[in-house]
């Protein structure tokens, strides 16, 4: 299965925001579905992080220093720009390490940061997301997650649920604190 380049925000998920409201009426007819999200396989884990956007893109946005606050990205090398291949290592709970080479897909300043890697041949892939959904000019919800799709991806990802699940806990965990230490550092 294919990935088509995500829209912005949430739109290959077909929800406004990382969990935002979903529009429901009962007058549906004339009006096209809600988008479909990519089908496959979803890990994911969510983190309120008491902190603006920009703080948390910030940490996100610098790739260099993921190797002083990331436990599951312990290195992480490249540009974030669309199209571009970044070099990183995987650490998962329980698993050995794995160097990979995703390609960015999208990113919004201050709200997103999607990329694909491809496995076996294309019969593994997987879209990675890290989102950021402001609920206040100093509160926000991180939606950290991977879709597996492709010809194996969806059993690989039912396999690899738990370690991956544990990973974006402890990354989530890593970049609230992080962020909410710099967010307070600058508030004095």
Known sequence: MAFKTPELKAAPFGRTGSMGPKLMSLKTEGKPPPPKGPKGFRVEDRIGVQAPAEVIWEVLYDLDRWSEWNPTYPRAAG???????????LALPGQARQEIRPRVLEWVPNEQLHWQLSLLGGTIKTLRYIEIEALSATGCVVDNGEIFGGLMGASL?????????????????????????????RRG
């Not at 540009?79 to 290592?89: A, N, P």
């Not at 690899?160 to 965990?173: I, K, Q, S």
């Not at 890593?174 to 550092?185: D, F, G, T, V, Y």
């Open 157 to 185: 990802g039912r396999r690899m649920a738990g370690p991956v699940r544990r990973g974006f806990h402890a990354m989530n965990e890593a970049l609230k604190a992080r962020a909410e230490a710099i967010w307070n550092e």
């Open 79 to 89: 540009v974030i720009r669309i199209g571009e291949q970044l070099s990183m290592t």
